[in-house]
C-alpha cells in the first residue's frame, strides 16, 4: 500500500517568516496530493491539493509543488501569521484510499 | 445544511465494552473512511466503503467492524477485542476519486 513520508514533525517560526512541509510517498500510482489543516480540537480542513499533471499551485500565501520523479511534494507558506499555527498534513490518494502523512505542527510567533 | 455529522462528541467505554460511533453524511458521497488519529501518529485509516454494501480492511483495523446499510450513513464498533481504543477518531466522505475529503468533528472515546 500507499506510504506517506512527513517532515518536519515541529516547525517554529516567526511571523513574517516562510515555512516549508515536505512530504514523500511510495505508490507511482499515486495522483492527487492534498495538504489539510487541523486547528486545535478541530477537524481537517483542505487548504490546497494538486494533481500528478501538475507541478506547482499557488492561493495567496500558499502554494504546493510536485516532483512526480522524485515522489515528493511540499506545502510552502509565506508571510506567515499566528492563525497559520496548527496541524498540517499531507496525504497521497491511490487506487481507493487516501493516504495521510503524520502531520506537521506549525508554531508561528508573533 | 449539507455536512457529515459524528456523535457523539466524546465517548466513555468500560473495558470489555463494545461502543458504536455514529456517522452519518447528506452530502450523497458514494466512499466513506474512518481514521483513528493519536498524537504525533497522523490519521491512520481503519476501514473504508466505496459503495453500500460493501466495505474494505485498511490498515489497522483489527479489533473494529463497520457496516454500510446505508448511503447515508457508516458506523463504526470499537469492539472489547481493540486493547487500545482510547483516541481521536474520525470520519470522512469523498465524492468521487481524487477530490476534497470532508470530515466529520471527531468523536474522542477514552476507556475508563
Known amino acids: 500500500g500507499e506510504n506517506v513520508e512527513q517532515h518536519p514533525s515541529t516547525l517554529s517560526v516567526q511571523e513574517g517568516d516562510s515555512a516549508v512541509i515536505k512530504c514523500t510517498y511510495s505508490?507511482?500510482?499515486?495522483?492527487?496530493f492534498p495538504w489539510y489543516k487541523q486547528e486545535l480540537g478541530k477537524r481537517p480542513q483542505l487548504i490546497i491539493d494538486?494533481?500528478?499533471?501538475?507541478g506547482e499551485k499557488k492561493d495567496q500565501r500558499i502554494a504546493v509543488t510536485l516532483n512526480k520523479t522524485a515522489k515528493h511534494f511540499s506545502l510552502h507558506i509565506t508571510e506567515t501569521q499566528p492563525e497559520d499555527s496548527a496541524v498540517y498534513f499531507c496525504?497521497?490518494?491511490?487506487?481507493?484510499?487516501?493516504?495521510f502523512g503524520k502531520g506537521t505542527m506549525l508554531l508561528v510567533s508573533p | 445544511d449539507g455536512g457529515i455529522t459524528q456523535s457523539p462528541k466524546y465517548l466513555f467505554r468500560k473495558e470489555g465494552q463494545n461502543v458504536t460511533l455514529s456517522c452519518e453524511q447528506n452530502?450523497?458521497?458514494?466512499?466513506m473512511y474512518w481514521y483513528r488519529q493519536d498524537p504525533g501518529q497522523g490519521l491512520r485509516l481503519i476501514y473504508y466503503?466505496?459503495?453500500?454494501?460493501?466495505?474494505q480492511k485498511g490498515d489497522i483495523a483489527e479489533g473494529y467492524s463497520v457496516s454500510r446499510e446505508k448511503k447515508e450513513s457508516f458506523p463504526l464498533t470499537v469492539t472489547s477485542a481493540q486493547k487500545n481504543p482510547t483516541a481521536f477518531y474520525l470520519c470522512?466522505?469523498?465524492?468521487?476519486?481524487?477530490?476534497?475529503?470532508?470530515f466529520g468533528q471527531g468523536t474522542r472515546l477514552t476507556v475508563v
Open positions: 452530502l450523497n458521497h458514494d466512499a
Open positions: 496525504a497521497a490518494s491511490g487506487y481507493s484510499t487516501l493516504t
Open positions: 505508490d507511482s500510482a499515486s495522483n492527487y
Open positions: 494538486i494533481r500528478s499533471n501538475v
Open positions: 466503503s466505496q459503495i453500500v454494501n460493501d466495505f
Open positions: 470522512a466522505s469523498i465524492d468521487t476519486r481524487d477530490t476534497e475529503a470532508f
